[in-house]
């Protein structure tokens, strides 16, 4: 599939990743390139961790080179984020939440607003991760209020979508990821601090990932859908990032693909050194 960006000579990265060229899209010639949007790094601890591992995880990932034009951002459970925002290196990260309540502060027992969040100083929070969703029965709806919520408080959300293997298989794949955007899209009205995660259920914790290929047809079809409900302009900015099963291994030949703009990581994020090892696949992606 073509990706739809639309080259502007200001606004691609490096020709050495920006090679433009010419495709055939809807009766007429276009000039498409890649990404002129900053490659992004998510690290989702998850639930995982004890004061000393997240204490040793700080350490490596101080210790740890990463390229500057990159934005690195970890997600620690919350009982850890005030000792990694104290003592993990701001010049190379960034912090986010894993999740946050849907509206404002009042009688929500264990939960954390996303003002809070913004109060104690975190730019990021992750909504709609597939574990959320199928979990706590997080629906699109839901996804999508939290997200125009934390993004209202200013906040930027990592929006996580994805189908399941079922999905895929039976061939309602491309359905399922449209009822997922265009909940976004309903709830939505600035996009400029939104990153999406495309994360296949299937492959997230299971060591089966992607193929570079499905992962740039389903990153291009999100963002040709962006492009048809919200405009080049935001297609063309939009961050789409890739999640499931990325390691040190694989994450260069994913790296590379023309509408992938980054990963999220579970598993490799805590290893320090793989994570680092991640950040670096950006290459010339990184600005
Ligand atoms: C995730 O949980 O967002 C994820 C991608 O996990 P993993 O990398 O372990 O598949």
């Not at 920006?18 to 490659?39: D, H, M, W, Y």
């Not at 975190?122 to 597939?130: K, R």
């Not at 990153?219 to 919200?230: I, V």
């Amino acid at each position: 599939m073509l990706a739809t960006r639309s080259l502007r000579a200001s606004g691609c990265r490096s020709p050495a990743v920006t090679q433009p060229r010419l495709a055939l899209g809807r009766g007429r010639l276009e000039i498409v390139c890649a990404s002129n949007a900053k490659f992004f790094v998510g690290g989702n601890w998850k639930c995982n961790g004890s004061v000393a591992s997240v204490r040793k995880l700080v350490d490596e990932l101080n210790s740890g080179s990463v390229p500057r034009g990159v934005d690195i951002v970890c997600a620690p459970p919350f009982i850890y984020i005030d000792y990694v925002m104290q003592h993990l290196d701001k010049d190379k990260y960034q912090l986010a939440a894993q999740n946050c309540w849907i509206g404002g502060n009042g009688a929500y027992t264990g939960e954390v607003s996303a003002e809070q969040l913004q109060d104690f100083g975190l730019p990021w929070v992750i909504l709609g991760h597939s574990e959320r969703r199928s979990l706590c029965g997080e629906t699109n709806q839901v996804v999508a209020k939290k997200t125009a919520h934390a993004l209202d408080v200013g906040l930027g959300v990592i929006a996580c979508v994805g189908e399941t293997l079922d999905q895929r298989n039976s061939g309602a794949m491309f359905q399922v990821l449209d009822g997922q955007m265009q909940a976004l899209v309903d709830e939505v009205k600035d996009w400029s601090k939104v990153v999406i995660a495309y994360e296949p259920v299937w492959a997230i914790g299971t060591g089966v990932v992607a193929t570079p290929e499905q992962a740039q047809e389903v990153h291009a079809y999100l963002r040709r859908f962006c492009q048809s409900k919200l405009g080049t302009s935001v297609a063309d900015q939009l961050r789409i990032i890739y999640g499931g099963s990325v390691n040190d291994a694989n994450c260069k030949e994913l790296s590379v693909q023309e509408d992938i703009d980054g990963f999220l990581v579970g598993g490799a994020s805590l290893k320090g050194s793989a994570f680092v090892t991640i950040c670096n696949s950006a290459g010339p992606k990184a600005k």
